[in-house]
């Protein structure tokens, strides 16, 4: 088996400004899928490896962003809330760290709050279900770091084995 | 890879597999197939009783890149070095798993760190055969021992699990394949502990399927009890099984034996929370294990597990001579601190004094010592923690018949003392981790804590005693110290 087919669920958040929602779609490669406000879920059947795009559009920043004593106080925008591959939710790093938007004027902006029109590609490389979501939810800043750590520790001596230690530990179960 | 406890030459067929999960570091078999294999049975339906936790283990701590395994573990995170083999893994497990077309897959957890594992078996048993009944059970299924569980809930919700069994399954289990899905215990929060009558009537536990040479440790694990007879503040097994019952030293004594005749095997590795609970019962069998192995001097038995020190008397002596000619080989004393005071407030009120009488007697008798301490009390001082290590500097005559093991420093669990009285200790909850706490009147922090372990462990080694290692507790003691926690 390739175990490289999934249900692939979106759940999105919708802001509108002077009623006024952005116009979403989801194209999985084989199809393109508008998501409205009312119903701001999509879903999917995908086969891996694929490309997700999310474009956004019908926002007019003169329009649908208010500002007032130079604070934004109403904005129209949509949030990715959740990416679940067979109903397994991402975690939260990959809305914060891995989701870009690259807007119609080339402009990139990392984040799950989408405020522009523009279009936010998720390249599923991989070829399987497993290694493709545990890719998303890596947070490879904290992998990093805990190398690092683990390195660093090791050097002083943290990691160091005992000659002594013996099937005890096992017994401790 | 290949599994050697799913191995299928001739395609036999198995209604029910249960399996345990990684990672749980143990060189010993883990019970829960063999203990429910025979339940399994009596209710009419074949089953694989299978211990897969120790090959992945075995393969994880020999792997140059260990730590990135753990990282999957605890994280659900993915080291692109560890990728073909981390799908190998689960991919060639649910595949072997699976050629046995069980109608039932039961997969165990021990604890919560068989989490992340047991989600992606049932994944990829669900991907194979989507018709199949997956199962979880055991303690690991939650944060704590009771409430909610919102992993398997995430679980049932994605189609991926669809029972549940919480607590004892010795009887849950058995309903179940019975049709009788309502019984408690089974999709519902409350579950019924089993009486001291039930638990005495339990079949033995049928390791026929598991393949002994794997082992680190050439050992039976064997149950004589559940519950505990203290009620320590840090404790949440206590709230799972709140009474103690235990069966009667002859009825342990009579399986121990039947096992021997089984399998060959003379070590039994006691897994309940404590031996000598019940006093007149564990004296009964070890009275009765020092007449066999007086009896029967090349068949002798010995035996390890968790041990209560309880206040010295008259008896002690006495009993120490009856635990070394029962075999009594290796025992794990949960000191939990070294400082009286702590150890009184946390519910264990047994002397330094005390102690050191034990310790003498376990010199005296060759008996080791695993002691378990608990780093890092609530309101443990800087003048307490430097007591700790006067008493490793004035205790190493002791140092080749004890093991100290100085674990992850104090977690505070759901359901324990400790957590119900949160404020009122002054604590201060850093994160949703146990041992995220701080507490600022001693200046108590998770990163102090953990350097405390690191200190303890250096100086153990150090004076020459020997320091319990378990690659997860360095995993947690890094986080901690690197202000993750």
């Not at chain 1, 679940?84 to 790093?93: R, S, V, Y």
């Not at chain 1, 990959?94 to 119609?104: A, D, E, P, R, W």
């Not at chain 2, 330094?352 to 008798?365: A, P, T």
Request: with cysteine; charged share 25%.
């Amino acid at each position: 088996m390739k175990f490289n087919t999934c249900k692939l669920e979106l759940e999105f958040e919708f802001g509108d400004c002077r009623g006024d929602y952005f116009r979403v779609q989801v194209d999985n490669g084989n199809s393109v899928k508008d998501v409205d406000y009312f119903n701001p879920y999509h879903s999917t059947m995908i086969e891996l490896p694929a490309t997700l795009k999310i474009m956004t559009s019908g926002k007019n920043n003169k329009i649908h962003t208010i500002v007032k004593d130079g604070e934004i106080v109403e904005d129209m925008y949509v949030k990715v809330n959740k990416l679940k591959l067979d109903g397994l939710a991402i975690g939260n790093t990959f809305y914060h760290k891995k989701l870009k938007l690259i807007t119609i004027d080339n402009q990139e902006h990392t984040t799950n709050y989408f405020g522009f029109n523009g279009t936010c590609t998720v390249d599923l490389v991989h070829s399987n279900v497993f290694t493709q979501f545990l890719s998303l939810n890596t947070d490879t800043d904290f992998l990093e770091k805990q190398r690092a750590a683990t390195l660093e520790n090791s050097k002083v001596g943290w990691q160091e084995t005992n000659d002594k230690v013996d099937s005890w530990n096992d017994l401790a179960q | 890879m290949k599994f050697k406890c799913f191995e299928n030459p001739n395609n036999i067929t198995y209604d029910v597999v249960i399996t345990t999960m990684p990672y749980t570091e143990s060189g010993l078999p883990l019970m829960a197939p063999a203990v429910l294999k025979p339940i399994v049975e009596k209710a009419g339906f074949s089953c694989l009783a299978a211990d897969v936790n120790n090959e992945i283990v075995r393969y994880i701590n020999s792997h140059e890149r260990n730590g990135d395994f753990m990282t999957f573990i605890y994280d659900e995170f993915l080291a692109p070095e560890i990728e073909d083999d981390l799908y190998d893994i689960f991919s060639s497990l649910a595949t072997q798993l699976m050629s046995f077309k069980p109608k039932f897959v039961g997969i165990s957890l021990i604890s919560y760190v068989n989490q992340v594992s047991a989600k992606w078996l049932a994944w990829f048993v669900k991907k194979i055969d989507p018709t199949v009944t997956v199962l979880l059970g055991g303690p690991g299924c939650l944060p704590t021992f009771t409430g909610p569980s919102e992993f398997v809930d995430t679980l049932m919700d994605a189609g991926l699990v669809d029972y549940h069994i919480r607590g004892d399954a010795e009887h849950s289990l058995y309903e179940f394949l019975k049709g009788r899905r309502e019984y408690s215990g089974i999709n519902s929060l409350e579950w019924r502990e089993f009486s001291l009558e039930e638990m005495r009537k339990f079949p033995m536990p049928d390791y026929s399927q598991y393949d002994m040479d794997l082992y680190r440790i050439p050992a039976l694990p064997i149950i004589g009890s559940r519950g505990c007879v203290r009620q320590c503040k840090f404790c949440d097994y206590i709230a799972n099984w709140p009474s103690f019952t235990w069966r009667t030293g002859d009825d342990i004594f009579e399986e121990m034996v039947a096992q021997y005749k089984l399998y060959g095997i003379r070590f039994f590795k006691f897994q309940d929370s404590l031996t000598n609970g019940n006093q007149k019962e564990f004296l009964q069998l070890i009275t009765r294990l020092a007449e066999w192995n007086t009896k029967n001097p090349d068949e002798s038995f010995t035996w390890s597990g968790y041990y209560i020190f309880r206040e010295h008397n008259a008896a002690t002596e006495r009993t120490w001579e009856l635990v070394k000619a029962s075999g009594g080989h290796k025992l794990i004393v949960g000191i939990e601190n070294l400082n009286q005071r702590i150890r009184y407030a946390l519910g264990k009120k047994f002397s330094n004094e005390s102690i050191d009488v034990h310790l003498e007697y376990g010199k005296k008798h060759k008996i080791h010592f695993m002691l378990l301490q608990i780093v890092g009390w609530v309101d443990e001082t800087d003048e307490e923690f430097e007591f700790i290590k006067d008493w490793l500097r004035t205790h190493t005559q002791y140092k080749d018949n004890i093991t100290l093991q100085w674990g992850g420093t104090l977690g505070i669990f759901p359901n324990t003392w400790l957590e119900r009285n949160w404020e009122q200790l002054g604590l201060i909850r850093t994160s949703e981790h146990p041992q995220g706490w701080e507490n600022h009147a001693v200046g108590s922090t998770p990163a102090k804590r953990a350097r405390w372990a690191k200190e303890l462990n250096d100086l153990t080694r150090e004076l020459g005693y020997t320091a319990g290692d378990q690659l997860n507790n360095h995993f947690l003691l890094e986080k901690m110290i690197n202000n993750e926690i």
